[in-house]
């Protein structure tokens, strides 16, 4: 079964608010990144956080991670429309070789 | 040059047909993927390439038949393939193992479409 699950899985808020999503895993792991994706393209890394960190910053992007609980939640401030896409968060288990995704948050930003 | 090109873009095929996906990268990276992707799901990973030997396929299909030619290239040779298996195909490259801390950088993916 998939290592991430992500909520919710779609979010609409307006222009200027904040978008907060969430991923939750089940097992052990080394790291755990973000991807977003727009329509019907590739993905692009946003953001890695390892196992040892809590909290890390891009930007305007917030990452967390709590792992006695398994989850994590990208925090979004400021929101524009360009920032309409689908968000994935990935993990990755010591040494592996692979990510696993989470189901993904579509995210719509309305002007 | 931190991209990964993938050619074509978009790919339409009969169920007879044999074509390839082609994946190039020059950033260096010694590991290589192969993910497909369905609508409105995360992608799936296929297989991986380390140092350009099959390190890990995920129980795919024959009809889809990876290969690595060298270090900067990945294909994906396709053949007799079926409707189901219309999707995006994406690959990634990484400098290193993806659980040593590393990120993952995709190409745009090639839409295929099987008739």
């Known amino acids: 079964s998939q290592q991430g699950e992500e909520d919710p899985q779609a979010l609409s808020i307006q222009e200027g608010e904040n978008a907060t999503m969430n991923c939750s895993y089940k097992?052990?792991?080394?790291?755990l990144q973000w991807y977003r994706q727009n329509s019907g393209r590739g993905l692009v890394h946003l953001i890695l956080?390892?196992?040892?960190?809590r909290e890390k910053h891009s930007g305007r992007l917030r990452v967390t991670l709590d792992t006695s609980k398994k989850s994590s939640s990208l925090l979004i401030t400021a929101s524009r429309a360009a920032d309409t896409a689908s968000y994935f968060c990935a993990t990755a288990l010591q040494g592996a070789q692979k990510l696993v995704f989470g189901q993904g948050t579509r995210l719509t930003i309305n002007p | 040059d931190t991209e990964v090109t993938q050619t074509p873009k978009h790919l339409v095929m009969g169920m007879t047909n044999k074509k390839s996906l082609k994946c190039e990268q020059h950033?260096?990276?010694?590991?290589m993927y192969w993910y497909k992707q369905k609508a409105k799901k995360p992608p799936e990973l296929m297989f991986v390439?380390?140092?350009?030997?099959?390190?890990i396929n995920e129980s795919v299909p024959s009809r889809f038949s990876p290969e690595c030619p060298n270090s900067s290239l990945l294909n994906l040779h396709l053949h007799a393939l079926q409707p189901e298996d219309s999707a995006l195909y994406l690959c990634?490259?990484?400098?290193?193992?993806?659980?040593?801390?590393?990120?993952?950088?995709f190409g745009q993916g090639t839409r295929l479409t099987v008739v």
């Open positions: 956080i390892r196992s040892n960190e």
């Open positions: 390439y380390s140092y350009e030997k099959l390190s």
């Open positions: 990634a490259s990484s400098s290193d193992r993806l659980g040593m801390n590393t990120e993952a950088f």
């Open positions: 097992t052990s792991i080394n790291n």
């Open positions: 950033m260096g990276h010694r590991a």
